[in-house]
Structures are given as structure tokens and as C-alpha cells.
């Protein structure tokens, strides 16, 4: 307690409240209960109020944002009241304006979808994007289309922090029985070569069949997975810096697409065999050390709840929105008159987990923070990396060559989108892969291999018209097969002797992705052996304490079926390595998450949560309208919920908190079969319904707005014919 005659508080006002702004939540609570001076001081000061009120929302304030605090402060008050009442402010119906196919993304204010290069085909030769408007008097944008001569696999976003779009695409090659992947590094908001990347044009490898691809880009790293869909190719993980060009590391085993960044050098992978998540450190470029030589280290592995017999992990699928930012700034390409956005380290992050064992296909979603999963890396384990030193010699001028003028013009010249006026938005210097802000954490405005460049023909456009004549019949020719027969593909795999221009390392698989047959083909999965017919044990013992030479951090498995490439006990040397942490039991760290039964669920498309809430609809409410469920896992939420004596009529229920009688039925998630016994996991959360029935096929969810997604038919897989806007703030 401060006495109210101390000399602190003959310090003028504004002193004081610069000091407190210094502080976290924790902090301005404190101070606020601790005298009637500080409480004063907190409930005038809008500045103050809006620190506490972001931190509680799990939001980061806009360092560009020329709003002043109070209108920040009533955006945000009025943002966290229409979430929690579930009562949009204006909704709007967008119809999707090219033939879509099914590759698709979302991000906190732009929708992706592919354009198919003739209606009701696989060919993607397109990629449409579609600017979600943010209030009610906002005019629809007119889309962007950015086209490409070779068919598109897949594509990855980063437009808040870098306004980069990432496409993968195959063609074929001389060899009639190998195919090329290449990267494109494009800028989201003019469609032309990203000019930040100084290789925009890289090659992947080559591939002799269909391949599924998965995509993350957080700072500096592009983390792609390349993963054969008839199961019988090498597949593997590649860590790009994307800006240079060059590989991070060797490729790495990855049987399973699922990814998620922790942070810009953290990244987490499921691995199916070793039924585990993963952890891996990737290093930033060091001027003077060759990309290739940078060691990817697994720092830990997260123990997952041990299967029943005759059960195996088919795939497993995650997504944590927002991606953390180099350095953790604020995303310099996020509106400029947004004055908020969600913070990454807050985010929940969601894995859908489908499961076939002797009766059918099961499926569960778990939630975990990503603050949670990084809370589980052992301690000290950065002072355990060991890094290269920087050569003397300075960089080749061979790696900084840019595309050859041919390439960047053709890509420019691609036909104009649907906006032809479109500019790129202004551009602040870009932030560096290192902490490089000056602000203070808590700073608001006053109210006052290494791959090679493509040299293959250019990844221009055509004309929507031209995409009919679409002559690369090979591409066209794998892809109905891959169409008419899911299970099949051969395993004529090696044909390494027979790619004279690419590296061996760049040795795999390749094809057409669909995001809704990557969670629902259960043919593509079903050789996959389970953790236990391995014969690995889920317990410490699984993995030894053990060092390992040049100092990579990698855990020593003591039992076959070690996909992520890993040495064998024996095989390391004993001088000079890293001690390794055991694996995390699941008992150890299992009740911090929150597992559901998702078998009633609609198609679960892996957009649907967004910051710390996860939005869906029941499965048959295309023919029965439906209310609209989101679960919000925000833990301050949750609290307030609990203790307030009046709660929204949108709330059915608090689950986690509450009765001890109550406690223990939440808090268990049923094995149907699955697992060896039931999931206990506590994470709480507040499950809200809309008030209005919608017949959607599917929901997503970004920052501001629940998506609904209406298909032009009834099948599963129909395609996108419409988007429903609802939006919150």
C-alpha cells in the first residue's frame, strides 16, 4: 500500500501514467488496487485502459494506425461486445466471381481461392482474391486474379507481414516420366515478382506422380512440405529463406502435411509414426555461413495420447492464426485504419487428427495455445545450438543475382486482374529476421539445395480464355488420374538416374492438391503403420539422453520407424555434442489442451479459427438450418463468463470451470476406440450460438468476420459458389 502523501505522487500526472504504461495487465491491476491515487488515474486515463483491454482481448495495438487512443479504445469495447453477444454489425453475400478450384486460404482480411482453368475440372491455372470489406458502408473491391501458364498445386500466404503470395506449380519436362515443381514468390497486391525476393523463380524438385503440398511462411522461412498422395514417394519437408532463395538444411522426412510456426525460427510438425509433435529450431541466415550448412534442430517432441490397438494416425492437419512475425512486429501490410490485430503468441492452435482403425474413420480436434507449446521447450535449450562460424570469404554475386529480365517481365505482363487500378499498399522498410523495434512493448499513440533459379519457361498468365487451350497434356493427363483413382499410383518412385537437372535431394512426388480430399481420402493413408506396430513405446524411455555430434540437437530413438531421419543410438559421436531432453509424456502436458469428438462436425476446413476462437456448424446444415457454434478459448473470457451473474443469451455453456461434480464430465473427451482410454484434457473454454439458423455448407473464421461458405450443390465437394459475411470486428 502507498501512502496517498507519498512523494511519488507529486510527480505530475502524466509522469505517472508514462511510467504505468510500462506495465502489463498484471501490473496496471496491481497498481489500481493498491490506492485510491492509482485507481483515479487508471479510470481517466484512456491510454491505460486501452493497454489493459488489449492484453485482455489477446490483441496488439497498430504502431501505424493514425487512430487516436479513445476511438481505439470504443473500437475495441465495441469489437469484444459484438464477439461475446454473437451479434454481427453488418452481413454481406460475395459471389465467387471465377470457376473455382479447390485450393483456397484465408487470412484476416482476404479470401483465396483457386480458378480453374475450365469449370468442373482439377486444372488450376488461377488464383482469385477476394478483399473482405470491414464495414457496412464499405464497397466491394473488385478481385484479384493473378494467372499462371503452369498448373498450380498450391499456393501460401503471408500478406499482413510480408504481402507475399507463394505458388507451387509442375509442368512437365523432357523426361516424359518426371514433372517439375517450382516456387513463385509473387506480391499479393500487384501480382507481379515479389521484389524482396532475390530468386523469385526457385525449383523445387521433381516429381513422378501426384503430390499434396502444405505451405507456412513466418520472417525470413518458407516451410513447404512436398507429400506423395499414393504414399509411395519420399516425402519431405524444405526450409526456404525465401528473401535470398536458398535452402535452409537438408530435406527432411515429413509423411504427414500438417505445420505450424511457434515462433519465426519454431517450428512444430506432427509426426505420425513417432505419434508426436514435433519442435524443430530453425537458425536465421548468418552473413557469411552458407544457408545449406545451418543445422534445423529438433529441440523436443510432444507425446500424443497413446492409440488402442489396430488404430493408426491416417493424417493429421494444424493451423494457429495468426503466424508470429520476424522479430515480433506488428505486420507492416495489415490495414493501415485497423488500430488492432491479434496477437500470434495468444493464438489457439487447432489439430485435426483423423484416425482409421478396424470399424471406421474417427476424427478428433484438439486446442492448445501456442503460448502453451512453447511454455514446453526445455529450458536453456537455445545456449545448446550450435551454429557455424561465418566464412571470410564474402558472398558469391552469383546469390544475389535476381530473374532474369525475361521471367519478371513476363510475370508482369500477365493479363490485369478484375481491379485493374489496384496498387500495392504503401511500404514501410521491411522489418529484419532479428528484434529490431524501437518501440516499447506497450508503445500507443497519444491522443495527440541450394534451389536455382528457373530458367523452364516462364510462370506468366493467360487469358481466362486461353487457360481451354492449355496445351502441357502430361500435367492434364496425370491429373485425372490422380482423379479417377485415388488409391492408385505406382511405386516406380526411383528415377533419380534420369534427373540430370536437378539435385538427388530434390527427389519426390508430384500432382494436384484438393484441401478438402487432403483431410477426407482415407485410400491415401492407409499403409501408414502406427506408432505401436512399430513397436515405440509413448514413455520417456523411448528416447535416450544422448549427445550427438556437431552439436544438432536431435533426440537418439531406441526404436524403429524414426521418420524424422534421426540417428540411431550408436551412431553419434560422444565428444563435443548436446545433451538431448527426453520426450514430453502426454500425462505431462495433455490436460493444458482441450480435445473434441469432430465426427458430427461439418467438414472440418482447417480456417476456422482465428486468433483464440474456432467456429462451426453442424454437419447436415445444408439440409437443416443450423446455428452457428464458436468456442473461445480466450481464458480472461472464460473468467468473466463464470463470475458474471448475467451472461449472453448467445452462451450455452462454460466448460472447465465450474462445480467440482461438473469438472470431472467436461473434462473428458471419449477413446471411441481410438486411444487406450479416455482424453482428459481442462483446457476451458465458452461455447456461444447465433441466435439466426444458416444452411452453410461449412464455416471459416478470420479476425473480423465468421465466413459461410455456400457450395453450388449438395455433394461434399461441391464447389464454392458463394461467401456469407458476418461480421464482428
Excluded at 418 to 423: A, K, L
Excluded at 604 to 633: C, E, H, M, W
Amino acid at each position: 500500500m502507498i501512502p496517498q502523501n507519498s512523494p511519488f505522487f507529486k510527480l505530475p500526472s502524466e509522469i505517472i501514467t508514462n511510467i504505468l504504461e510500462n506495465l502489463l495487465l498484471q501490473g496496471l491491476v496491481t497498481c489500481k488496487q493498491t490506492c485510491k491515487k492509482f485507481k483515479e488515474l487508471y479510470d481517466s486515463s484512456s491510454q491505460l485502459q486501452y493497454i489493459a483491454e488489449l492484453e485482455i482481448a489477446g490483441m496488439k495495438d497498430n504502431p501505424y494506425c493514425s487512430m487516436s487512443v479513445s476511438e481505439r479504445l470504443e473500437l475495441l469495447r465495441k469489437r469484444e461486445d459484438a464477439w461475446a453477444a454473437l451479434q454481427p454489425d453488418f452481413s454481406a453475400t460475395i459471389t465467387i466471381p471465377k470457376a473455382p478450384a479447390g485450393i483456397y486460404d484465408v487470412t484476416p482480411n482476404t479470401y483465396l481461392l483457386g480458378v480453374a482453368a475450365i469449370p468442373n475440372e482439377i486444372l488450376t491455372l488461377g488464383i482469385q482474391s477476394i478483399t473482405l470489406p470491414s464495414n457496412a458502408n464499405e464497397a466491394l473491391a473488385a478481385p484479384s486474379v493473378v494467372y499462371m501458364t503452369k498448373h498450380i498445386v498450391d499456393f501460401g500466404t503471408s500478406i499482413e507481414e510480408h504481402d507475399l503470395l507463394a505458388a507451387v506449380t509442375i509442368a512437365s519436362t523432357p523426361d516424359h516420366r518426371l514433372f517439375a515443381l517450382e516456387l513463385t514468390l509473387f506480391r499479393h497486391s500487384t501480382g507481379t515478382l515479389h521484389d524482396q525476393a532475390e530468386k523469385p523463380v526457385i525449383r523445387l524438385m521433381q516429381v513422378d506422380t501426384m503430390v499434396s503440398i502444405s505451405i507456412e511462411i513466418s520472417g525470413e522461412n518458407l516451410a513447404i512440405i512436398v507429400s506423395a498422395r499414393d504414399g509411395g514417394g519420399p516425402d519431405e519437408l524444405h526450409i526456404f529463406n525465401w528473401k535470398k532463395g536458398t535452402r535452409k538444411g537438408d530435406p527432411m522426412p515429413a509423411p504427414n502435411l500438417g505445420l505450424c510456426y511457434l515462433r519465426e525460427d519454431l517450428l512444430l510438425m506432427p509426426e505420425i509414426e513417432s505419434h508426436t509433435l514435433a519442435i524443430m529450431h530453425i537458425p536465421h541466415s548468418i552473413p557469411g555461413v552458407d544457408d545449406k550448412d545451418l543445422p534445423i534442430s529438433l529441440i523436443t517432441q510432444l507425446a500424443l495420447p497413446p492409440l488402442a490397438p489396430g488404430q493408426r494416425i491416417a493424417y493429421v492437419q494444424c493451423r494457429c492464426d495468426p503466424s508470429p512475425t520476424a522479430g515480433d512486429e506488428y505486420p507492416q501490410y495489415s490495414p493501415k485504419n485497423r488500430p488492432f490485430f491479434n496477437d500470434p503468441r495468444c493464438a489457439i492452435m487447432v489439430m485435426e487428427m483423423v484416425f482409421f482403425g478396424l470399424e471406421a474413420r474417427k476424427s478428433y480436434l484438439a486446442f492448445m495455445h501456442r503460448s502453451t507449446l512453447l511454455d514446453l521447450l526445455p529450458g536453456g535449450w537455445e545456449s545448446k545450438i550450435k551454429l557455424p562460424e561465418p566464412k571470410a570469404t564474402s558472398e558469391s554475386a552469383s546469390s544475389r543475382e535476381r530473374a532474369p529480365e525475361s521471367v519478371q517481365e513476363a510475370v508482369h505482363d500477365s493479363p490485369p486482374s478484375d481491379d485493374s487500378s489496384s496498387e500495392a499498399p504503401p511500404q514501410p522498410e521491411p522489418s529484419s529476421s532479428e528484434p529490431a523495434s524501437t518501440q516499447p512493448p506497450n508503445s500507443i499513440p497519444t491522443d495527440q539445395g541450394a534451389p536455382e533459379e528457373s530458367n523452364a519457361e516462364p510462370t506468366n498468365a493467360l487469358g481466362a480464355e486461353g487457360a481451354q487451350d492449355y496445351a502441357d497434356e502430361a500435367v492434364v493427363t496425370l491429373l485425372n488420374q490422380d482423379d479417377d483413382d485415388d488409391d492408385g499410383g505406382g511405386d516406380d518412385g526411383d528415377d533419380d538416374d534420369d534427373d540430370d537437372d536437378y539435385e538427388d535431394e530434390d527427389e519426390d512426388d508430384g500432382g494436384d492438391v484438393d484441401d478438402h480430399d487432403s483431410f477426407y481420402s482415407a485410400e491415401d493413408h492407409e499403409d501408414l503403420p502406427s506408432a505401436q506396430e512399430l513397436g515405440i513405446s509413448l514413455n520417456n524411455e523411448a528416447l535416450a539422453w544422448n549427445t550427438v555430434a556437431d552439436g544438432i540437437m536431435y533426440p537418439i530413438l531406441n526404436t524403429p520407424g524414426n521418420t524424422l531421419g534421426l540417428m540411431q543410438d550408436g551412431e553419434c559421436a560422444l565428444d563435443g555434442g548436446t545433451y538431448i531432453p527426453p520426450i514430453v509424456d502426454w500425462s505431462d502436458w495433455g490436460p493444458r489442451t482441450r480435445w473434441l469428438d469432430a465426427t458430427k462436425f461439418a467438414s472440418v476446413y482447417i480456417t476456422s479459427t482465428a486468433g483464440q476462437r474456432f467456429v462451426r456448424i453442424d454437419k447436415n446444415s445444408r439440409a437443416q438450418n443450423s446455428p452457428i457454434r464458436i468456442l473461445d478459448f480466450n481464458p480472461y473470457h472464460v473468467r468473466k463468463a463464470h463470475l458474471s451473474n448475467e451472461r449472453y443469451p448467445c452462451t450455452d455453456r462454460i466448460v472447465g470451470v465450474g462445480p467440482e461434480e461438473l469438472q470431472d464430465e467436461s473434462e473428458r473427451c471419449l477413446s471411441g476406440g481410438v486411444f487406450i482410454e479416455d482424453i482428459v484434457s481442462r483446457l476451458p473454454y465458452i461455447e456461444s450460438s447465433t441466435e439466426k439458423y444458416h444452411g452453410y455448407d461449412a464455416v471459416l473464421l478470420d479476425e473480423q468476420r465468421i465466413i459461410g461458405i455456400i457450395n453450388a450443390g449438395p455433394e461434399e465437394f461441391s464447389s464454392v459458389k458463394d461467401i456469407a459475411i458476418l461480421h464482428y470486428g
